[in-house]
């Protein structure tokens, strides 16, 4: 099931439906309070490399990397290779392609994305509308979507163009809206 | 998940019993979990009662392993599907015809058999990416482009099968491969070409061998599952030039076209040239704007019209070029090709820059220098938002015959509030072009994907009345697609279907591929 929601009715359907906080707020990750359960950040910086991301990522153990356009290149050269021991996981901020070339990836290895939310930021007022899907029933799986979500939170709320109002990406694509996905895959369980 | 038609849930799990002995206990998927990543997130069928959901997945790691699992399928009547890297997104992804069906994922047959720098060839198996045998032409320090699609994740033999494109010297990825190994689905083993001589020793040097030229009959069909083919290299040329060349103005590609015929036929341009709506300043394949020629946002290029309601703006074109070769000889192919330019498009505008071997540098290279070098890379196509069926019709190489088919496409697309500027327009050859136009597919909306379906029949059907047919169908659209081919009475599919149930009795390789049924689901379907 997916749902099309503004961000503060998706933060206040959350709250309520998360059963386990896990990042009860994003500043406790910021400050290496909380490890987060992604060992790897995937994020593509031209839709919008984020500091405060980076920075999370960084406090709480997990490895930030720049995929810089070309997933092929980084899954085939780090990523599979972190696969092969199937308990990594890992989470991204990419084009939906890309978003989908990982899912692919990951059935290569045993690997499947549990959660997905997909991120549009209107260009000009710079008001974001995120879409969920993917919930998985399983607790392990739920949880993972469930901290992607406070993660997308953070994203968002410490993204720069909060302050100018203006959406990431290309110059000329500024009128348009500006859309990513969020995921994460783990092992398959069942 | 669906069961095959007609099975029994006891015969299935005999079934899947038999398969685990066939490749062992860990290689075959049968939970929800992994069924789930099998399904094609850019299917048009995607949440409805017809989208064909597969029963189980089985992946084999050499040949005895397919042999074995053809001989399950035969003895229970289970449609099967093999897929090489399985990532053909645009073209069906691994959606199959069938509900029910097997899938066959090639991906740990991955092996790279041999790589010939002296010759300029490989042999190779069906998991292996382009990416991958760069990575090893790299490791081992061989002097050779690998020259693939854009996809740096494609397989070289799916690719090369479902008769792609690439944009350097070997652009048509289908002849770039020579000699195959084919399970029939019967289960025995060919080989075609050279490969078929004991002992090969020229196995990619020459696809044909003795007798009928069999190759093709395995490309884009149902006939037998691939599991090991010859493929050309490129050495590496002493001077390369990629350059991107511009036309200012809409119109501006018909004279671009009839040009670059002239000079594709003449031999001054040999690189598989795509040509693309040009938005200024912005390099078409390093931020090409892809959602522009599927019908683009209000004010952008090809979108419903300006911010105020105004006309669309309709871009100019480009293209990029590769030339290689002598160092002398590429700047007089270059002059030469300016000349032409300019005298055939007012305006028209270059940006270039020149490599000399060696190239060690080229891992640093731009995207779209390494498209053209055949370096894979996926950075030509970055910001993908949305998903799609491509349908690709192939032209003549005519400025005017395009300029005709376009307004026809437009006039469609415009029927579903979109527009139609021209998507990529790919030169395979130097005697024809490919048109690309897509039905955009959105995830979780049935009903938006219903009228997609309906303009891309629509499509077909135009497309069909100007003459013209797909180059590679979408696999939910292959019976359209197939059913344009229809010369005297469809005999060509007639043919088909005759080898068809000669070589696959019990009709258990990819039902519907390319639009082929098997005679028992003819039956049903009549
Ligand atoms: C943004 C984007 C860019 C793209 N760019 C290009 C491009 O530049 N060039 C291009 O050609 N395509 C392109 N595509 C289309 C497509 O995604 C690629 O061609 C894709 O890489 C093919 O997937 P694959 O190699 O994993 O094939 P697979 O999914 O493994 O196979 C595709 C089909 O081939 C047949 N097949 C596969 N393996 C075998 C076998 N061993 N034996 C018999 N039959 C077999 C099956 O019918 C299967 O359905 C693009 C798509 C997108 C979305």
Redesign the pocket.
Known sequence: MSDLLDRRQFLAKSAASVSVPILAHPLAAAAGQVRLSFDIIVVDERIGANEGLSRVARASGAQCLSIRGDLPRVWFDSLRGACLDRSTVIAGFTSD?DSEVMR?FARDVGYRQVGRLDISIDGETGRETVRRSMYSSLPSEFALASELENLVDLYLTSSPWQASRVAPGPTSDRHGPTQLAAWVIAPIRA | MPLPAGLSQQDFDGAIAELREVVGEDWVFTSDAHIETYRDP?SPLQGTDDEPIPSAAVAPHTVEHVQGVLRVANDYGIPT????????????????RVAGSLIID?KR?NRILELNETNATAIVE?GV??YELWQEIQRRGLRLWVD????A???????G???????GLNGD?YRALSGLE?VLPTGEVIRTGMAAVEGSGAWAQYPYGLGPHVQGM?????Y????KVGVRLIPHPPAFRSSLVIAPNNEDIVPMIDTLRKLRLGGAINNAV?LGPHVPGRDPWAQAP?AAPMGGPPGAPGGPGGPGGGPPRLPGWSFRLGLYGYDRVVEANWEEIQDEFNAAIPGANYETEKFLAPYDDQDNWESRHK?LAGIPS?QE?PL?NH??A?ISMVLPFDGQAYWEFREVYDRVYRQYGRRYIGGAL?NHSPWGLIALGAAPVVRDDPEANARSMEMARMLIEEAGKLGYGEY?AP?PFADEAAAAYAWNDHALMRFFETLKDTLDPNGIL?PG??GIWPSRYREDRA
């Open positions: 392609l692919a | 850019y599907w093999a897929f090489s890297t399985g990532k053909n997104f645009g073209y069906g992804g691994t959606e199959t090639l047959m069906p990416s382009q693939g699609p854009s996809p994740y494609s397989s070289i033999v799916a690719i099968l479902e008769r792609g494109v690439g944009y990825r084919v395995f490309s884009q069909s149902n037998g599952i691939v599991t795509s892809i498209m996926f196509t993908w998903g799609g491509f790919h590679r696999t990819a591929k390319s």
